[in-house]
């Protein structure tokens, strides 16, 4: 059991003792005014187990998170850095500047990935999405490179659709309510 499970299970543990405390204290009152307390008291220790109840799902989800959020971090920025030297090697090879039409985007892209959240819900899509990014770089490395054919662009642009996909909102959400 990881550290994680482990403090959730304890904290879960005291609240459910604090709740059975609570409830014997209002049994051995049957009525009046410390009972009134005693019921109030037992209400209160019951509401904050159920929103602690609420949050295991989420808190279990934090570690795998947290990993995907630094792998789409790096991974953006890295491809970032690529496409930067991309359109650097167009100046210092001297190639046609037409080559600047794909890379810019790419570049742009990139850098705009760099900024998204990753919450919760959707951090496994944020990761397919930055490993897709991966193939999709290394494909626009070689085009621009003319190491293979320019026809690889339209898988390149397959690939940078699959990876706006993964980055899209599945939630079902208002676009207007989408968190990010």
């Known amino acids: 059991m990881g550290s994680t499970e482990q403090k959730i299970e ?3 543990a005291q609240l459910q003792q604090k709740v059975g405390a609570r409830h014997a204290e209002v049994l051995k009152h049957s009525d009046g005014d410390q009972f009134a307390v005693e019921y ?3 209400v209160n220790v019951t509401s904050k187990l159920v929103e602690f109840e609420k949050t295991i799902p989420e808190r279990l989800a934090e570690p795998d998170r947290r990993r995907s959020e630094r792998i789409v971090t790096w ?3 890295g491809e970032a850095a690529v496409g930067a030297v991309l359109i650097a090697l167009v100046f210092i090879l ?3 500047a037409w080559w600047l039409v794909l890379l810019v985007p790419h570049f742009a892209g ?3 990935g760099c900024f998204q959240k ?3 819900e959707q951090h ?3 990761r397919f999405g930055a490993v897709g990014l991966h193939v999709v770089a290394l494909l626009m490395a070689l085009i621009s490179l003319s190491v293979i054919s320019r026809w690889f662009i339209i898988a390149a642009a397959i690939g940078w659709m699959l990876v706006a996909g993964s980055l899209t909102d599945s939630t079902g959400a208002d676009p207007k309510g989408a968190r990010r």
Do not use: I
Request: hydrophobic share 40%; proline share 0%; charged share 45%.
């Open 10 to 12: 304890e904290q879960l």
């Open 124 to 126: 496994r899509d944020r």
């Open 110 to 112: 990139t850098v705009a």
């Open 40 to 42: 109030a008291r037992l």
């Open 94 to 96: 001297d190639r046609s």
């Open 75 to 77: 991974s953006w920025r």
């Open 118 to 120: 990753v919450d919760a």
